[in-house]
C-alpha cells in the first residue's frame, strides 16, 4: 500500500534538517582517510559508469537518515507503481511510461486497447525500417537522389533532449563509422532561426521531421509552414521532405504532406522523450537504428539500477536524495551541471528543462500548497569552459551552488595533442581532479582575496568516453533523479502547467484582447 | 573625494531593506493605472533601446531609496575615477579601461608611455587596415586563393563575448551585404572541440586567431598546438594561417608564425574585452571594419549615458539598483536573462561570465570580508524556447527569480510566415508582453495546479532590431550594470582570484605532486 505524503510529514524530515551543516569536507577530504573515503563513497551505475559523491556532505550519520526517508518515502514502491501503470500523473490523469520505450521492468502495461510495450517495440521497428531504406537509398528524393540531411522541428521537449543527444554523439558516430546524415534542428519561433537553418543546408536532400505530440503546437507549425514554402520555392515536393512524430489522435495524422507517421502518446512526456519516437526519429536517421538501439539498452540498465531499495545500489535515488537534503536541510538554492566533454555541450539545457519543468512546482500532486521548497534552478557549461566564466563564482561567491560533474577518461575522435608532457584529454580530467578537490578543501591564504573557503559540494559522475550507451544511462540516470526527487517532494513531475497562463495571455494579445498592463505592453511593440 | 564603502554601511541600507515585500505587482499593474505605470517606468537607452521596470517590485519610496543609495556609494564618482585612470581593479593594481576602446569619456589616461585612447584606436585602425587588406585579396593564403573563414582560439573572455557578438551579427550582416568571412571558435581544452570545428572548415583558406592576453593560457596553447599540427598536415604554412590578439609583453611577440599580431593591454579585462582587439579582429574580419565600428558607437552611446547622475537617465545605474533591491532586500538568489531573438543566443552565457566571474566575489576591494550577499547566478536562452522549457519553474516553483526580458519589433533576415492572422515576429513579441504580465499578475485558479502567484519582477530591454548599434548598447549596458553593482558591493568586479586554486591543483596532478583526496580522485583517470 503506497501513501503519498509530503516531505515534511515523514517522520526523519526533522533529523534530516538537524544536519545542517554537521559535515566539513576539509575535515573528511583534507585528512589521511580521504582516499578511502572516495573509493568508498563510488556506486556503479550502467554502462561502467560510477556515481561518486565523496565531496557531498555526508557521512555514515546523514547517510543513514536519508536511507530511512527513502524508506519511509517508499520511493522504490513508487518507482514500481509507475513503471507497472498507475496514473503517477496525477493533474492529467495520466501513466507515465517513459522507461517502457527502453524495457520491460515490471508487468504489462495496457492501454489504448494496446500492449503499450509491444506499441514502443513496434514503432521503434518502424523507424529503423524507414531509417534503412534512407540510408540504402531505397527511398529517395523526386530526383532520385539520396538524403543527406535531416532536420528536426520541434520545441522544448521535441527539440532539447534530441539536440543534446544527437550532440552527444555527432563526433562518435563519425568516428565510428557510423555516421550517415547531419541533423539540424529548427525550434525558436523567431523566424531567423528557421531562416539559418534553412540558408545552411541542400532543402532537396532534406528530410524535415515535425514533432508535436498534439499537433498543436503553435511555434512548431508556425515553423513547419515557414519551411513548406522553402521547401517549395526550392523546387520540391513537400511530401517527399516531411515526416511526423506525433500521437495518434493528431490533426497531423494522414496528412498526406507526410512521407511517414512516427506515433508517441499521451504516456510520454516531452522533456522524457528522447528515447522515444522523438528522439528515435532523428538519432535513426543520424546514426543508424543500431546506434539508438544501443542508447535504449544503457538507459533500461540504468533503468534496472534504480529498482534496488537498497540506496548504496540505486545511484539516481542517491543522487536525488542527496540534492533534497542539499536543497531543503542546507537550503542551496542552484545546482551546476559540468560535464568535461564537448560532446555534453547542451546536455546541461537538456537537464535544466528535465529538473526545472518537473519539480519547479508549489503545489503537491494532488493541489495542496506544499511547506518546503521544491526543484533548484539548474545549469551549466562544459568544462573547462566554465572555469574561465562562472567557477569565480561558484569559487568564492556568497552564495553555494552544489555541482555535477561529469567527465571521461577518453575523448571521442581520438585526436589529440601532447603539450607539457600530457595531451588535452588527460588535462581535462586533471581540471576535473582539481576543481573538486578545489571546490570541497579550498585553501587559506594571507591575502583575503586570494583565500577560498571551500565546503562546496560536489559529485562526480564518470566513465570511459561519451558512446551510446554511457549517453542512455546518464539520461536516464537524471531522469530517473528527477522522479525520485519528485516522489520525495511529492509532486507531480509530469505535468507543466506553469506554461499555460504565458500561452493564453500571448493568444489575447495577437487577438487584441486585452486592457492594462497587456495592452501597454503590447503596445510597445505595436501590436 | 571618493569613499569606497560596503553597502551596509550606507545611510539608506537598512531603510532599502526595510522596503522588502512593499509593492505588489498585482497591485500596480492589474489596475486602471497601469498603462500609466508602463509608460513611466521606462528610460532610454542608446540606440533607441528601452529599458522598462514597470514590472520590477518598485515605486517612488524605492526608488527614492535607491536614487539616496546611488549618491551615498557616489555611484557617478566612482565611475567618473574608473574612466579617468584610477586604479580601480585593487587586486592586480590595474586601471580599468575597457569604456576607452570605444570612445573618450574624460580626461586623457596614460599608461606605458602612451595616450591609451590614442593606443586603441591605432590597434582598430591596424585591424581595419588587415581586415580590408584579406577582404579585398591583397593579402592571400600561399596558393594566391582569398581567406574565406576566420577561427578564433581562445577561452573565457576571449570567446564567450566575441562568439555571442558573432552570432548576435551573422544574420545581419547577410540579410545587409556586410558578410565578409564566416567564424568559428575552438575554445575547450577537449581536443574533440578543436578537431570538430577543423573538420567542419577548409583550413587552407581561414585564419586563425589566437587569443591570449598573457599569452600563457594553457588551453589556449595546446589548442593552437593542435591547430598548427592540423595546418601543416593540410600542407600549409602556419605563418600564412596565423595571427594573434595578445599584450605588448606576452611571449606570443614577434613569433614568426604570426603574420600579425593586434594588442590588448593589462586594462581590459578578459570578459570586458569584446570591444577591443580581442572582439576587433574577429568581428572585423567576419563583417568589415565598418560594422565593427557601429558596434562601437552603440558602445560609447551607452557608455555617455552611464555618465549621468540622475538614476532615472541613467538605465545601467538603475537597472544595477534594482539588482541590488532584488538581490539584498528581497533576498532572491538568482536572475534569468530571456531575449526573445535567436540572433541572441549565447548573449546569455555571456552575461554569466560577465556577471558571474565580476561580482561573485565574498570580500571587498580591501579584501575584507563582506556581511551581505554579492553578484546572483545567472542563466538563461532565448524565448520562444526557455517558455518550453525551465519557465514552468519560473512560474510555478518555490524561489521567485527576476527576470530580464530583451526583445526587438523586427527580426533580422526579414523573412517570415503569417500563420493564424500574425507573423512569426508579431507573435515572439506577443510571446513577450504575456510572459511579462503572467509573472507579474498571475491567475487565481480553482485547481491549485493551474493558479500562478505572480510577483515574478521582470524588466525589459526593447528596440527596433539586433544591429550593431543596439548590440553595442546592449553589451555596454550590461557591462556597466555590473560594475555600478559592484561599486554597490565595494567589491573589486576586475579580478578573478576564484579561478586560480583550480589551475595550480592541476598543474599539480598533472606533475603528479599530489596526495590524499587529489590522488583519490586522479586515480579515477589513470593520471
Redesign the interface.
Known sequence: MITWSNLDTLPSYKKMLSLKGSVKLADV????D??D???KYSVPMAAGL?Y?Y??KHVNEQVLGVLADLSKEAQLAEKFEALYNGEVVNT?EKRMVLHQLTRGQLGKDVLADGTNKRDFYVKIQKDIADFADKVHSGKLVNEKGEKYTTVCQIG???S??GPRAMYLAL??WA?ANDTFKMSANFI???????A??VL?SIDISKTIFILVSKSGTT??T???E??VK?AIKKAGCEVSKHMIAVTSETSPLVGNPDYMACFFMDDFIG?RYSSTSAVGGAILSLAFGPKVFAEFLEGAAAEDKLAQEKDIFKNPAMLDALIGVFERNAEEY??TAILP????LNRFP?HL??LD????????NRD????N????????G?????G?????????????I?PLQFI?F?E???K???V????????????????????F????KDD???????GERPSS?I?GDSVNPKTLGALLAHFENKVMFQGFMWNV?SF????????????K???SKQYD???????E????
Chains 1, 2 share one sequence.
Do not use: W
Not at 526545472?356 to 503545489?363: D, I, R, T
Not at 588535462?427 to 576535473?432: H, Y
Not at 570541497?440 to 585553501?443: I, L, P, S, V
Open positions: 577530504l583534507a585528512g589521511p580521504a582516499q573515503r572516495v573509493a560510477k561518486n565523496a565531496a493533474g520545441i522544448g521537449g527539440d532539447l555527432e563526433n563519425k525550434s525558436n519561433v523567431d523566424p531567423d532561426d531562416a539559418s540558408a503553435l511555434e507549425l508556425t515553423n509552414s515557414f514554402d516531452g538554492p542552484a568535461y566533454s564537448q560532446a539545457a535544466q528543462q526545472m519543468e518537473s519539480n519547479g512546482k508549489s503545489v493541489g495542496a500548497p506544499l518546503y521548497v521544491t526543484g533548484p534552478v539548474i545549469f557549461e562544459p568544462g573547462t569552459n572555469q574561465h566564466s562562472f567557477y569565480q563564482l561558484l569559487h568564492q561567491g556568497t552564495d551552488v567527465a577518461k575523448n571521442q575522435t585526436k589529440d595533442v603539450i607539457e608532457d600530457s595531451t588535452s584529454q588527460k588535462k581535462l580530467c586533471a581540471n576535473v581532479t582539481a576543481q573538486i578537490v578545489a570541497a578543501c579550498g585553501k591575502n583575503p582575496n586570494k583565500s577560498f573557503a562526480l564518470y507531480n505535468d507543466q502547467e506553469g506554461v499555460q497562463l504565458g500561452k493564453k495571455l500571448a489575447a494579445v495577437l492594462g498592463a497587456l495592452k501597454a505592453y503590447a510597445f511593440f505595436g501590436l
